[in-house]
């Protein structure tokens, strides 16, 4: 949840140039599977869509000014964006221009903050008003 409320910072400081979506993709230590001892939910692995659906709605409450969608049962948001277990990407003009490594390790909101500040900037320098998808 750290990682997240980083996320959330850097998502309200360019607000104005940049949408932020979180996609809610599979458990990666399911209750029922692979424990985290400092996971703050239970959550026992998917089964259905509605179990899925069930457990954004827990990461929606601590979290409630971000937008979040979840994966379909089949993870086709993680397969096509080797998502798992976290991962940031920038979409612009719906193409990736910027892909994060993936997490724990590679999860850096620094690295965004950086890619953000470098857009921000370009944009004031042409005064084009463009958004971007985070």
């Not at 703050?40 to 709605?57: K, M, N, T, V, W």
């Not at 948001?77 to 993936?102: C, P």
């Amino acid at each position: 949840m750290t990682r997240l409320s980083a996320f959330q910072r850097v998502a309200r400081q360019y607000a104005d140039i940049a949408d932020s979506l979180l996609v809610y993709i599979e458990e990666a230590h399911p209750s029922d599977g692979w424990v985290s001892s400092d996971a703050p939910f239970q959550i026992p692995r998917h089964r259905c869509l509605e179990d899925r659906l069930r457990a954004a709605e827990l990461m929606n409450q601590k979290v409630p000014e971000s937008a979040i969608v979840v994966d379909t049962m089949e993870n086709s948001s993680n397969s096509a964006y080797g998502a798992y277990f976290e991962r940031l990407y920038i979409l612009k003009d719906e193409k990736v221009v910027y892909q994060g490594g993936r997490g724990p390790e590679g999860y850096r909101i620094s690295e965004l903050r950086d890619w953000l500040e470098r857009y921000r900037n370009e944009l004031e320098a042409s005064d084009a008003p463009v958004v971007v998808h985070v």
